[in-house]
C-alpha cells in the first residue's frame, strides 16, 4: 500500500478523533472571535461574534438544500429507467421473441 493510502487508511481508522477534534477547532475559532475583534469590518454584521461561523453554517445548509433540489428536480429517474427487458420497446423487440428470431447473416 502506498504511503497515501496508509495515511488515508489511518485517517478513517481514527474518523472519531478526528471529528472530535476538528469541531474543538471550529469552537475555539468561534470563541476567539467573540474574545478578539477583528477591528476590520466592512458591514455591520462582520461586527457581531461568531457571523462568520453562522453565515458559513447557513451558506452550507443553502448548497446542500438547492442540490438536492436540482438533483431531485433534473437528475432523477425513476428505479427502471434503463430496464428495457421488463418492457419492451420497439427498438430492441420483446426479450422473449428475440430467442426465437433467426439470426442475422
Do not use: Q
Not at 487508511?9 to 472519531?16: G, L
Request: hydrophobic share 45%; proline share 5%; aromatic share 12%.
Amino acid at each position: 500500500m502506498t504511503p497515501l493510502g496508509r495515511f488515508l487508511e489511518a485517517m478513517v481508522n481514527r474518523s472519531k478523533l478526528l471529528s472530535r477534534v476538528m469541531l474543538g477547532i471550529m469552537a475555539a475559532l468561534v470563541i476567539a472571535d467573540i474574545l478578539i475583534p477583528s477591528g476590520y469590518d466592512r458591514f455591520f454584521w462582520e461586527s457581531l461574534s461568531g457571523a462568520g461561523a453562522v453565515y458559513g453554517i447557513f451558506s452550507c445548509w443553502l448548497i446542500v438544500v438547492v442540490s438536492k433540489f436540482l438533483g431531485s428536480k433534473f437528475l432523477h429517474r425513476k428505479e427502471d429507467y434503463f430496464d428495457n427487458e421488463a418492457k419492451p420497446n420497439n427498438l430492441i423487440g420483446d426479450p422473449a421473441n428475440r430467442e426465437k428470431a433467426a439470426p442475422h447473416d
